[in-house]
């Protein structure tokens, strides 16, 4: 027979149905007569994906978990029943070529979706989740269809429903009128699952992973995470030391930001104003450190055109900030060199700001003092400060980190004098500190050692950092919102 005849077919045999008054018998003509054919029906009508898993909710109609299973072509099958409709499993088996399938039951409360959804949990993960697994929650009762379908938004799986036109008078589906629904994960099409996922990496400064994530959904056809996108690879390269291309994709965050803000659109972040602002403020920053890694002077070496621009102290605070993200996912080596190296931008800075000395050569001529009453006062430091470890030392032609603080206390500098302590401190307690503090990094794995830093190792040294920024800083107004530009914004929602 061809499609059409089988569809009158089907009405006729209906038609009989009807004329039948007995319940147990119209239940037999239904399963002998009608459900066969219809069977057949929906296959011809329907050819879609098969899954080698398939998890279905069983209650008093087997009908559309007969169609479902003779569609879907599932290798395992798992049935999720009731005390009382686990009966109906052999009925459905007569109607499906189950020969190849392997058959698992659950035993659930009809009212407890949560034993549904645990029923299923534990199944799936026992099995190793599967890929290629959905679920058909049409059998059963209300409580059990919602079970399942918690239990598919959680482990993200494909969801599907035995739709069809119901016969009042046979109190059965009308045969022919079944189609199979795929019912849509929400979380899925509007990536609410992954785009969570993804906020949680940007918080936590996995700029990399967030970046795909957004970058997949705004393919997917999500305009709205165009934004995230935008910030997720900005601060990536930004991280990398990638002005240019950072620059472009911040630059890029930033007009939809302005938009979404301009036009009230809710974007997930919780940002606004403020955030526009200091975002723009890092726009800046990029485009400044981009510009002066370009300029080329007679004369001048690099670090000295670095340290005269307007990008040092932006720099020096980004690194800070950068060295605290390295912290917040207890990467305490990484974090404690980054700090080191904040601790030896000061030191340069300070240099080149009071006296035009570039650590990288050094013109000591620029100096008013004395060279050899210079000599004589690093030397007298450098006693209280080694006391028996003490070797006498000349001016050298390139400054250590180290000796650029010794240096710093020989020309009596401001930065000892604005250093924070509670009670007096001298410039020989302050250089003792700074010195253990540095020598605990050298001896770290990623400098010259074996030992591994630990976090109370890393508070130490970033406790130096933050004195002797405050001491640089020296109460310049500027300095918080300098704070505030070079940390990266954060998702508040």
């Not at 027979?1 to 149905?17: F, G, P, V």
């Not at 540095?438 to 190792?457: K, P, T, V």
Request: aromatic share 12%; proline share 3%.
């Amino acid at each position: 027979m061809t499609l059409k005849e089988k569809l009158a077919r089907l009405k006729e045999l209906e038609e009989e149905a009807r004329r039948i008054s007995d319940g147990a018998e119209k239940e037999r003509f239904y399963e002998e007569k009608i459900l066969p054919l219809s069977r057949e029906v929906f296959l011809e009508k329907y050819q879609g994906e098969t899954f080698e898993y398939l998890i279905l909710s069983v209650g008093e109609s087997i009908e559309p978990i007969v169609l479902s299973i003779s569609l879907l072509k599932p290798s395992h099958v798992l049935f999720i029943c009731t005390d009382r409709s686990i009966s109906n499993i052999e009925r459905i088996k007569k109607f499906i070529d189950y020969e190849n399938i392997e058959f698992e039951t659950v035993i659930v409360g009809k009212n407890n979706p949560v034993q549904v959804y645990t029923g299923i949990k534990d199944w799936y993960f026992k099995r190793k989740n599967p890929e290629n697994c959905a679920i058909d929650g049409t059998g059963g009762t209300k409580v059990m269809a919602m079970g399942c379908a918690l239990a598919a938004s959680i482990l993200n799986l494909k969801v599907f429903y035995v739709n069809n036109e119901y016969d009042k008078y046979t109190r059965k589906p009308i045969a022919g009128s079944e189609e199979l629904i795929e019912v849509k994960n929400p979380y899925s099409v509007l990536g609410d699952l992954e785009r969570n996922t993804a906020f949680k990496y940007f918080n936590s400064y996995n700029y990399q992973s967030a970046a795909q994530i957004f970058e997949k959904l705004r393919k997917s056809g999500i305009p709205e995470d165009s934004l995230m996108e935008g910030m997720s690879k900005g601060y990536a390269l930004w991280e990398s030391l990638e002005f240019d291309e950072a620059a472009e994709y911040l630059e890029t965050a930033y007009q939809i930001l302005s938009k979404n803000l301009d036009r009230g659109i809710d974007d997930g972040t919780g940002w606004g104003e403020k955030e526009l602002n200091i975002l723009e403020s890092q726009i800046k920053w990029v485009k400044g450190f981009s510009q002066v890694y370009k300029e080329k002077t007679i004369g001048k070496d690099s670090g000295e055109i670095f340290l005269e621009s307007d990008c040092a102290e932006p720099m020096m605070l980004f690194l800070y900030e950068n060295g605290m993200r390295r912290s917040y996912e207890k990467r305490y080596e990484t974090a404690s060199l980054l700090m080191y190296r904040v601790i030896e931008m000061i030191e340069q800075l300070q240099l080149y700001k009071n006296y035009k000395l570039v650590t990288a050569n050094p013109d000591y001529s620029k100096l008013s003092v004395n060279e050899e009453i210079l000599i004589n006062e690093v030397n007298s430091i450098y006693k209280k400060v080694l006391e028996r470890d003490y070797k006498h030392v000349e001016l050298k032609t390139e400054i250590p980190l180290f000796d650029g603080y010794v240096l710093l206390a020989a020309l009596n500098d401001v930065l000892f004098d604005a250093y924070p302590a509670k009670g007096k401190i001298t410039k020989t307690d302050i250089l003792k500190k700074i010195r253990k503090r540095l020598l605990s990094r050298n001896n770290c794995i990623l400098a010259h050692g074996f030992r591994r830093i630990s976090e109370d190792d890393f508070m130490k040294i970033k406790e130096v950092a933050d004195e002797l920024l405050t001491a640089y800083f020296n109460g310049r107004p500027e300095f918080a919102s300098l704070k505030e530009t070079a940390r990266f914004l954060t998702i508040k929602n």
